[in-house]
Nanobody, 120 residues
Framework: QVQLVESGGGLVQDGGSLRLSCAAS????????MGWYRQGPGKQRDMVAS???????NYADSVKGRFTIDRDNAKNTVYLQMNSLKPEDTAVYYC??????????????WGQGTLVTVSS
């Protein structure tokens, strides 16, 4: 059993900042890629940012230059620093991780989501 627990969402004004955290726990042998996705009202879930266990990052064009993803492998935690937030960033943000369990099984795990609301 592996769980991802997100925190850090909330209400912020246009131009503000938030930092999301996602901690993985459970029967983890290793974590491969981790990432953040978001789903706005009436929209599909889209990738926001991802990071490999070696630190290579990838961003959606809409957040490049504003959002930064990083991870602490010792804490099994991934972060998303969000600056210059816009109302269109309003969404439920989900953490995602590719996990190798202690039984050497490969899993894709999702967090429960955290709501980010940007007011204009």
């Amino acid at each position: 059993q592996v769980q991802l627990v997100e925190s850090g969402g909330g209400l912020v004004q246009d131009g503000g900042s938030l930092r999301l955290s996602c901690a993985a726990s459970g029967s983890i042998f290793s974590l491969n890629a981790m990432g953040w996705y978001r789903q706005g009202p009436g929209k599909q879930r889209d990738m926001v940012a991802s990071i490999t266990n070696g630190g290579r990052t990838n961003y959606a064009d809409s957040v490049k230059g504003r959002f930064t993803i990083d991870r602490d492998n010792a804490k099994n935690t991934v972060y998303l620093q969000m600056n210059s937030l816009k109302p269109e960033d309003t969404a439920v943000y989900y953490c995602n991780a590719e996990v190798v369990t202690l039984l050497r099984r490969y899993l894709e795990v999702w967090g429960q989501g955290t709501l980010v609301t940007v007011s204009s």
